[in-house]
């Protein structure tokens, strides 16, 4: 069995409770406890000894735990008031609490209630054009009971308005608590969805699910390809260089360059006596 279940938790990351009736059931317990990150929670209704039962097994302790989680306590909470519950039957001898018509239930010292009802903020309802990669985000956490903070966060998302099978996303995450980032390829184009959230407390009290919204993705669109080139376009040449007229002079002396039959680049550099104030002259005869 704690092989089937590490198998299902490490291909769905689910959260696991486990109730245990039986005879030394609690040795069960050093068995099945989780590993690494694995959420899971054990709760057996004896050690290594027998379990008790009355009223041929209509009493039990499972019954009275069973019978607080009706009631939306935490689990915690539960096994606490199921073990003093079943306790005060076992130490009173010839005596049934339950069939006392003046019993009733000690009052729990600390009672938890149910945080507040989330309220979704964006995408907003009937939003359209939703991007494929949205942020889901509601407004901040609030719990009657001071001191209680937010403990976890469920989202749901599905195609249907009933949150019917097959859900799209149902995760119950511990970071994402009132923003949820939606990945590239979760969401498809062109399609309506239906979300909501269910806010926990720090002792596993859980809120109503909030009043569902609707949206509607983007429909999708080619990609953007650039214009092609119009063959017919005019476009700009570089003028040819002008060549210089013939018999130019070349040397600034008055008289055609010695070279204008090479063909080839000429420099001429100047300087001491020769005049010319050491200037530098560079030319290119075409022919």
């Known amino acids: 069995m704690d092989i089937w279940l590490d198998n299902l938790q490490a291909s769905t990351g689910c959260k696991i409770v486990i109730i245990t009736e039986a005879c ?31 009223q041929n097994g209509v009493l039990s302790f499972s019954g009275f735990f069973l019978d607080q989680v009706s009631q939306g ?14 306790e005060t039957i076992t130490c009173s001898e010839n005596r049934n609490p339950r069939s006392e018509t003046n019993w009733q239930p000690e009052p729990d010292p600390d009672p938890n209630s149910p945080p507040d009802q989330p309220v979704l903020l964006s995408p907003a309802d009937n939003e359209t054009n939703v991007s494929l990669t949205p942020v889901l985000q509601t407004r901040p956490f609030s719990d009657p009971d001071t001191g209680d903070s937010h403990g976890e966060t469920r989202w749901q998302i599905s195609e249907t308005e009933g949150f019917s ?41 859980s809120s109503e699910w909030s009043v569902p919204f609707r949206f509607h993705t983007l429909i999708g669109s080619d990609p953007e390809t650039p214009e092609p080139e119009n063959p017919d376009s005019p476009t700009e040449t570089p003028d040819p260089p002008s060549e210089p007229d ?18 080839t680049s000429e420099e001429n550099q100047t300087s001491g006596d020769g005049g010319g104030g050491g200037c530098f002259i560079s030319a290119l005869l075409f022919f």
């Open 165 to 205: 099978e097959p859900v799209l996303l149902d995760i119950a995450d511990t970071e994402s608590l009132t923003e949820l980032q939606m990945e590239e390829g979760e969401l498809a184009e062109n399609t309506k969805y239906f979300w909501r959230v269910m806010f926990i407390d720090n002792r596993q009290g």
């Open 24 to 54: 030394k059931s609690g040795t069960f317990i050093e068995k099945l406890l989780p590993i690494g990150d694995q959420q899971r929670i054990l709760i057996s209704s004896s050690s290594t000894e027998d379990s008790n039962y009355d």
């Open 73 to 86: 306590d935490s689990l915690r909470n539960c096994f606490f008031k199921a073990r003093k519950e079943w």
């Open 246 to 263: 013939e018999g130019m002079d070349t040397n600034q002396t008055g008289e055609p360059g010695d070279n204008q039959d090479t063909g």
